[in-house]
């Protein structure tokens, strides 16, 4: 059993109530979704709706002593509510994307693989199956943006 995890709002909710220009200062750009199906928020792991405000912004997703320390941009919608994905549940922004999942283990990268996101438990059970794995970090596979984080649940 796995369980998919989305970002904490609370870390990027003030980032709303700044500036353009202190937005730019930090990298961070305001943005409008234009089209469905393309603004893959990463706190409440659904996608944008035409109109929608976001923030386009670098995130570290993988912060460890290791050379696979990563980030990377993502998308985070305007008031969006945290997701909490059940048990074994698959948010349906990943499964309408092609996704990179890394398997990592004490912070190195142990396997990857590319998978249709309709078939992702296979990959996600077929890696948790080894010892030596104790996370996954999904990335959309065409962009190579970081997803979402999974954990063994039990």
Known sequence: MFRIHALSAAQFQPLFDLSDDALAARD??????DEANSFPCRVSLRDAEPGERLL????????????YRASGPIFVRQDAAEARPAIA???DQLRRRLLSVRAYGEGMMRIADVVEGHAVETLVAKFFA???VDTLHVHFARYGCYA???TRAS
């Open 28 to 33: 961070i750009r305001r943005v409008t979704a």
């Open 56 to 67: 386009l912004l670098a995130y570290e997703h993988h912060a460890v002593a290791t050379p």
């Open 89 to 91: 549940e698959v948010p």
């Open 130 to 132: 080894r010892p030596d």
């Open 148 to 150: 979402c984080r999974i």
